[in-house]
């Protein structure tokens, strides 16, 4: 019988922490995966010759599959549990980011971000319940926040590096190569994962995974006008929020001229680590700039957000931020960094006061159907969004529409916000307490 005597034994900390790196790899792949046909949108659209409209729909697909594996990955988690189904998920995006590398029709591109959503989306849900098996307590956030940065720096790294590898090694195809290495890569840490986690388990038996989110009608019935202002600023939100970002290196080519790259000389690497350091003088480093802000802002707002409370508050204020930011773009000829980077403050605002406030407004026993609705009704906003923004792009030929669009939804994000500060007033002011 083995003793925890050693220092890598599972009831040690380095053990759980070290478990945690793999776990938070699990999605580094997939979020480098999901923003690279933004990242190098204009060279997709010089090579393909194809519209924004087509760009646009490679993210609806991507959310059409998310829409429909809330009803089917909750169901195989439960069923499977996490460590079979997130293989099955992990494997999923593998296969669609390696379609969506090598497709030489459009059919097949959309077909690849179909399997990559499928598999992504629920991956998250089972890297969420990895991490609540391993950790709990003031551990738990502290997790929850070191696996969001990790899958955060997959975005910056996608938006700047995907037009500096087409530029590089010679067109778009490599930078959809290098998605798929990196979902592979996320793959062979999910492999490590479960052996480790099978190792713990017969150990210590840590404990049994949570229950995943799924959707229940019954529960639909008892959610009360909280809920759903919530879940409305929660759609317009992220929809002028995503959908921007899915087009925003080619708007910032397109409108100000920004270079894809940075200028400089030698190898790839060196050119890489030249291209961070400027990230405000490329057009993907622009687009990153709002990941950037919540990666680094997120955990101080959580903080704040569990000292004060307001949350209703904030998420007024971030949707006002949002909208100004947007007018900004759409408006006027400032460099988009001062208003990206008022964006960037909207992102961490609005999330870290939304999110937790759902366990306030809903009962226990239904916060699995509340989280599983509000994700789906998010993906309805994410799946239509994108191909509006192109749409609407390639018919005016300017993104001056678009992003009055943007604006408007954040203006529709802001009423929801202040009819919810209303409600909540009703009710106790539930919101607004720490």
Not at 3 to 21: D, E, M, Q, V, Y
Not at 324 to 352: D, E, K, N, Q
């Amino acid at each position: 019988m083995e003793t925890a005597t050693h220092a890598f034994h599972p009831s040690k900390g380095i053990f759980r922490f070290t478990i945690l790196g793999f776990i938070a790899l699990l999605t580094f792949g997939s979020y480098f995966a999901y923003d690279i046909i933004g990242a190098v949108a204009p060279s997709l659209v010089e090579e393909w010759g194809a519209g924004r409209d087509i760009v646009g729909s490679m993210y609806t697909m991507y959310s059409v599959a998310a829409i429909l594996s809330v009803f089917i990955g909750g169901i195989l988690i439960d069923r499977l549990g996490p460590r079979v189904a997130s293989l099955l998920f992990s494997t999923l995006v593998v296969i669609g980011s390696a379609v969506v590398a090598w497709a030489d029709r459009l059919p097949l591109l959309f077909l690849g971000r179909f399997l990559f959503g499928a598999g992504s989306e629920p991956l998250i849900v089972a890297q969420m319940a990895m991490v609540s098996r391993w950790f709990k307590g003031k551990e738990l956030a502290l997790a929850f926040g070191i696996t969001l940065t990790v899958s955060r720096i997959g975005t910056i790294f996608s938006f700047n590096t995907g037009e500096l590898i087409a530029e590089h090694f010679g067109g778009y195809h490599y930078s959809l190569v290098a998605a798929f290495l990196f979902c592979l890569v996320s793959l062979l840490a999910n492999i490590v994962y479960v052996l480790m986690d099978h190792y713990g388990e017969r150990i210590l038996n840590p404990g049994a995974y949570e229950k995943s989110e799924k959707l229940s009608l019954r529960d639909i019935r008892e959610f009360k006008s909280h809920f759903w202002l919530v879940t409305f600023l929660c759609l317009a939100f992220y929809s002028a929020v995503f959908p921007f970002t899915a087009l925003s290196t080619d708007f910032f080519v397109d409108k100000w001229g920004i270079p894809k790259v940075v200028a400089s000389s030698g190898n790839f690497w060196v050119r890489a680590l030249h291209n961070f350091l400027h990230m405000t003088s490329t057009a993907g480093g622009v687009s990153s700039i709002v990941i950037f802000a919540s990666m680094i802002c997120a955990p101080f707002a959580g903080h704040l957000v569990d000292k004060i409370g307001k949350r209703v508050t904030l998420m007024i204020i971030g949707s006002l931020f949002l909208t100004i930011s947007h007018l900004c773009m759409a408006l006027t000829r400032i460099y988009p960094v001062y208003p990206m980077a008022l964006l960037g403050v909207a992102f961490v605002l609005v999330p870290a006061a939304l999110w937790p406030s759902v366990p306030l407004i809903v009962k226990k026993e239904t916060l699995g159907t509340a989280f599983g609705l509000l994700t789906m009704i998010q993906n309805i906003g994410l799946a239509l969004f994108p191909y509006l923004n192109g749409v609407l792009r390639d018919v005016t030929h300017s993104y001056t529409q678009s992003m009055l669009m943007f604006a408007s939804l954040g203006l529709i994000g802001f009423g929801c916000a202040l009819f919810l500060k209303r409600a909540d007033g009703q009710w106790g002011n539930v919101l607004e307490k720490p």
